[in-house]
């Protein structure tokens, strides 16, 4: 337990002074590259005028609305596809052509078709997480044994009792592992959305500060990023492990 969180902090310790080495040997200007030090204290600064708490709720409201929009729906389509294999064979060919499409790709369309604001960052999240669920979700179920809804069959099995006992329990796995990469993608795609669409979030903050030659504040949003998705990161492994233990009680 303590090598867990004792070499991630020294890890963590090296990189900054190897960035404070770096900065001091060429003598670059805050304006270009600022140290560590300079950015804990812009940190702080952004702290206290509230400015990095509003701009984080900005981002994580976009990521949390899209996200959750794409897992709501792509996860029960993707069970769907994976167990009906004539609308798979109606869709897929649909789906493979739209999912290889780049999420910022649709921000024209998206600025024309929902304005400015919310919604086309959302919308742009949730077309970034939307099929990698799906098709995750839908590899997954196609991937099951047949023996286990032979049994199922054998046993008297409702639909809702497959659902619940075999199909769920199955692709949690699969399914946790690609929350997570849709979580990375998420923030990936929220910050592109906010340099365009949006005058609030963390992306809007990097833009700005760049324009305003605040490379301190570029850094503090990169580093609220990082430290936003470690923090999500963890808790998808946390809700990995209950759901597992919920799903496998119910067997």
């Given amino acids: 337990m303590n090598r867990r969180y004792i070499l991630p902090l020294v890890t963590f310790i090296i990189i900054c002074l190897i960035w404070d080495v770096v900065v001091r040997a060429n003598g670059w200007s805050v304006q270009v590259f600022p140290g560590p030090l300079v950015a804990i204290n812009s940190v702080w ?3 206290t005028n509230g400015t990095l708490f509003k701009h984080t709720v900005a981002s ?6 899209g996200f959750y929009l794409a897992a709501l729906i792509g996860i029960p389509l993707g069970m769907i596809l994976g167990r009906i294999k004539v609308i798979k064979d109606a869709f897929n060919p649909l789906i493979q052509f739209l ?9 024209p369309l998206a600025v024309i078709w929902l304005g400015i604001g ?8 949730f077309m970034s997480c939307f099929f990698t669920l799906l098709v995750s979700t839908m590899i997954a179920v196609e991937s099951i044994s047949p023996i286990y809804f032979q049994v199922a069959a054998n046993f008297g099995f409702s639909r809702y009792e497959v659902i619940t006992k075999i199909v769920i329990p199955a692709v949690i796995p699969e399914i946790v592992t690609s ?3 849709t979580v990375a993608i998420a923030w990936l795609v929220v910050v592109a959305a906010e340099m365009i669409a949006v005058q609030s979030g963390l992306g809007y903050l990097i833009l700005d500060s760049r324009n305003a030659l605040r490379m301190d504040y570029v850094m503090v949003g ?4 990082g430290a936003i998705g470690l923090l999500l990161d963890y808790i998808m492994l946390r809700l990995a492990r209950v759901d597992c233990a919920f799903w496998g009680s119910l067997k």
Avoid: G
């Fill in 60 to 65: 994580l409201y976009r990521v949390t609305a």
């Fill in 99 to 107: 999912r290889p499409i780049s999420p910022l790709a649709w921000i």
């Fill in 45 to 47: 600064e952004l702290i």
């Fill in 118 to 125: 919310d919604p086309p960052a959302i919308f742009l999240i």
């Fill in 179 to 181: 929350l997570r990469l």
């Fill in 222 to 225: 990169m580093i609220t990023i």
